[in-house]
């Protein structure tokens, strides 16, 4: 009797542990099955979605080639007239330059030359400028904006754009206007390159620049030298010659430098430069170049003085007798002198240059056409990233105002 109890005592046990291993693995099995037959029903409707996208990409597709085909179907009588794309400018320039006169006909001929780019918000997040800083520099497509044929581009292309162009290497000889980067092309749409010097949220901060205050962006794309700079690439001999257009010297006048430091007290606050010593190089970098058009060049305007009476301000600003003898000294004695005039940052330059390109400059005045108190995003936007980078100007802007009084007065004879 004992041994039938602990029979059934050590049995029972057993059983029930065989009967609930038993029954988890009935409840597996059924799972496995479950979810097998879940899983396969959802790759079923995600086969199905895939599908239904695929074929709709390619409905849509099909869609946007019918509506390109109809949408110039009456035009294909006539070539490529009348047919446009959605282009729009996604960021606009603030530049040092304020006006065409006097800008680079090439980019990065005047390293100092800077400019902001300002992306529009509603159309560009920052996040789209990630990554540009790591590049050294930057392609950037634009409107020539300030033609002043782009109202005739509308109305008569034909008639409004020139085939050949004068070229201001050869002397206003003409060329194909596809054989020159002129501005008026029957597309006003310009290519320039300029070095990154440092991207802040929507906007970035441009040196070397050929673009004028205002100038419409459309696009912006990484310079990469594998693929950008050509080795073996050739040109014309007369685009290689690249000292035709350089002044032989730029000299400043005491009573630039006199004005040079009033003017500065007011454009500071948004100038692109961080002292009126960096200015001062900047209006030379610009002037070591003969930035006159070909007509002025040929014929000089407005003369304002003939003879030597005319020496005596000259010598009185610091420059020796001599000098300004032989820099104004003609055949026939001396030359007509023409009194030229810039607009850099909002400041109006006056110079002089001579038959043999000595380069003069008088006068520095604020425009007084120009809103000084515009925002602009000049140094003090930039001088923490620029400090980070190490491009500097930007070590010690501190010790810029008063040494550069002191300069400023001591070049002035003060």
């Not at 950037?140 to 004068?166: C, E, G, Q």
């Not at 009194?339 to 909002?346: D, G, I, W």
């Given at each position: 009797m004992a041994a039938a109890d602990n029979w059934g005592w050590t049995t029972k046990p057993a059983i029930a542990i065989a009967v609930a291993a038993t029954s988890a693995t009935v409840i597996t099995v059924i799972s496995a099955r479950f979810l097998h037959k879940k899983i396969k029903s959802l790759n079923s409707k995600v086969s199905d979605l895939e599908n239904q996208w695929i074929s709709e990409r390619r409905g849509r597709i099909r869609a946007q080639q019918d509506l390109r085909k109809a949408l110039a179907q009456d035009k294909s009588d006539h070539g490529l007239k009348g047919i446009s794309y959605p282009l729009a400018p996604i960021a606009v320039v603030q530049s040092c330059f304020s006006t065409r006169n006097g800008t680079p006909r090439q980019p990065l001929l005047v390293p100092l030359a800077r400019a902001c780019l300002l992306f529009d918000l509603n159309r560009v997040p920052p996040s789209s400028l990630e990554g540009?800083?790591?590049?050294?520099?930057?392609?950037?497509?634009?409107?020539?904006?300030?033609?002043?044929?782009?109202?005739?581009?509308?109305?008569?292309?034909?008639?409004?754009?020139?085939?050949?162009?004068?070229?201001?290497?050869?002397?206003?000889?003409?060329?194909?206007?596809?054989?020159t980067r002129s501005p008026h092309r029957p597309c006003p749409i310009g290519l320039t390159v300029a070095k990154v010097e440092a991207v802040q949220g929507h906007m970035v901060l441009l040196s070397g620049v050929d673009l004028v205050d205002g100038t419409p962006v459309l696009d912006i794309k990484p310079y990469l030298p594998y693929c950008d700079s050509i080795k073996g690439a050739q040109v014309p001999e007369w685009v290689e010659e690249d000292g035709l257009l350089a002044t032989a010297t730029v000299k400043f006048t005491g009573d630039f430098y006199s004005s040079l430091s009033d003017c500065w007290a007011k454009v500071e606050k948004n100038s692109f430069y961080a002292s009126c010593d960096e200015l001062e190089r900047f209006i030379k970098q610009v002037l070591s170049w003969d930035i006159r058009s070909v007509y002025q060049r040929v014929r000089p305007h407005e003369p304002v003085f003939k003879g030597e009476s005319n020496l005596e301000g000259y010598v009185a600003s610091g420059l020796e007798e001599d000098n300004v003898k032989d820099f104004y000294r003609n055949e026939g004695g001396l030359t007509q002198d023409v009194?030229?005039?810039?607009?850099?940052?909002?400041l109006k330059i006056s110079y002089r240059i001579d038959r043999y390109t000595n380069v003069v400059v008088e006068n520095i005045s604020l425009e007084s056409a120009v809103n000084t108190d515009h925002k602009r995003h000049g140094y003090m936007t930039w001088r923490h990233a620029l400090i980070l980078k190490g491009s500097l100007e930007a070590t010690a802007p501190e010790t810029y105002p008063k040494h550069t009084h002191e300069g400023l007065l001591l070049r002035a004879g003060g």
């Open positions: 540009l800083a790591e590049y050294s520099h930057c392609w950037i497509i634009y409107i020539f904006h300030m033609n002043t044929n782009l109202d005739k581009l509308w109305k008569d292309p034909l008639r409004s754009t020139k085939a050949k162009v004068r070229v201001p290497k050869l002397k206003g000889a003409k060329k194909g206007v596809f054989a009194l030229y005039h810039l607009l850099l940052e909002s």
